[in-house]
């Protein structure tokens, strides 16, 4: 493997550990068809604000999710359409292929421990 793809495929398991985080992945599902504040955020994923925003400012660095100001208030929304694509692919794999990957002895639950 050359260096370039290596470090292609070191990024892009980046990117996919953002996605692997329940919070992180429910955020984005929340932002991809409309802006949402942190306020709007915890009531429809839950989780105290602390939290929640902490997993917007990361998705944020990482250039997955943008806000927008208006007055005091904060709107965010995902980034860029891809994001929208990559989550319906994800959910045509799920369907192809959910039960596998959940009964998976390689996959543990992530909100084990």
Known sequence: MSMKTAVAVATAAKLF???????????????????????????????????ISGHVACLKECGLIIDRHEGRQVFYRAAHPEILDLLHSAEQLL???????????????????
């Open 95 to 113: 369907a192809a292929s959910g039960e596998q990957i959940e009964l998976c002895p390689n996959y543990r639950d992530v909100n084990s421990t």
């Open 17 to 51: 550990r953002g996605f692997a985080d329940p919070t992180r992945l429910a955020i984005l599902l929340a932002l991809v068809d409309n802006e949402q504040r942190v306020k709007d955020l915890v009531e429809k994923i839950g989780g105290s604000q602390g939290n």
